[in-house]
């Protein structure tokens, strides 16, 4: 697998190279690859999600939302240890994929074995080319990529507008973006957003994420930021994107109740007239904050940690 070096500006080399998850990294880099999966790409709160859970959940999103748009050259955008990279590097119709991830000792300790494991065959395996840098500075081409893809990376930008200008400048005309990323509903206010990120950590998430239980941590101190459905969308149509679509892809539980049954059928609508419905119907209350506009069930997200936003916004 071919790794390669981007310009990353120095100060925040430096900010990300003393930061707790690169010895998080680099302490679990001799565990089994699905452990090393389910601590960096789905932070410990996935504990019986499997690698055929999400290659057969990406292509649900594929047929349904992407008119099976994975295919040519693919981009991820904060690669972490490459899993997602791999899934779609064994696409027949991919021909290769750039993974961006800024923290150089994951990209050459894990990444590698990530990807030698998931996407199998040599040839697949040569198909991901991870990339040790920035998500602002992509050393690519104008109009180059076919797609990008996200998984909880882009809101740790710190200005989404610069972020999303410089994807849009590699994307090829009719090229588009998916991620699955933070949403939070629009009705948060500026206020609300603020303490979101200075909610401390439970003491069992500090030690999940290799932390000691006892240290003060909170998710601004983890780089993360805060953006509002609303955000997000003004963001990507102010960098030249021209379409924008969210889904809020929710989970089916296996009880017999009145409300699951009527989640279930709603499952096997289109997915038009199911977030048409969803729309009158969805009362679920809202806690963890995420936008639930456009409701979509699917039992496909029940080993998911959570429910989960999807974007889809096309160039
Ligand atoms: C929550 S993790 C996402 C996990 C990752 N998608 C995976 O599947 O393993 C966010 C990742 O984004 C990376 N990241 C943060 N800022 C970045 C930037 N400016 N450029 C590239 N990667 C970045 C972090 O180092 C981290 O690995």
């Not at 690669?79 to 800024?102: D, H, N």
């Amino acid at each position: 697998m071919q790794i390669l070096n981007w310009k990353i500006d120095p100060v925040l080399k430096k900010e990300i190279d003393e930061h707790y998850r690169t010895d998080f990294a680099l302490s679990i880099k001799n565990e089994p690859v699905i452990n090393i999966v389910k601590k960096i790409t789905f932070d410990s709160v996935a504990p019986n999600i499997t690698i055929e859970d999400v290659k057969i959940f990406m292509d649900y999103i594929n047929e349904t939302f992407l008119d099976r748009g994975i295919k040519g050259v693919g981009l991820e955008v904060g690669g972490g240890c490459g899993f997602f990279s791999a899934l779609l590097a064994t696409y027949a119709s991919v021909e290769k994929v750039y993974s961006i991830e800024i923290c150089e000792n994951i990209v050459r300790e894990l990444m590698p074995k990530v990807i030698e494991e998931v996407a199998g065959e040599h040839k697949v395996y040569e198909k991901v080319i991870g990339c040790v840098g920035d998500f602002d500075r992509l050393e690519l081409p104008n109009a180059s990529v076919d797609f990008v893809f996200d998984f909880y990376s882009l809101h740790h930008s710190s200005d989404i507008k610069k972020t999303f200008t410089e994807i849009c400048r590699v994307l090829k005309h009719g090229g588009f973006i998916f991620c699955f990323d933070k949403t939070r509903a629009n009705s948060l206010t500026d206020e609300g957003l603020e303490k979101l990120l200075d909610t401390e950590y439970s003491s069992e998430t500090k030690i999940s994420m290799g932390l000691p239980p006892n240290i003060f941590h909170t998710r601004r101190m983890n780089g993360e930021k805060e953006y509002r459905l609303k955000d997000w969308q003004n963001s990507f149509l102010t960098a030249g994107f021209k379409t924008f679509k969210h889904y809020h892809i929710a989970r089916l539980s296996d009880t017999k109740s009145f409300t699951n049954l009527i989640k279930k059928t709603l499952s096997l609508l289109p997915v038009s007239i199911q977030t048409f419905f969803t729309k009158i119907l969805s009362r679920d209350g809202n806690k963890n904050n995420l936008e639930q506009s456009h409701k979509i069930y699917t039992k496909l997200v029940n080993n998911f940690p959570k429910e989960i936003s999807l974007m889809v916004v096309r160039k």
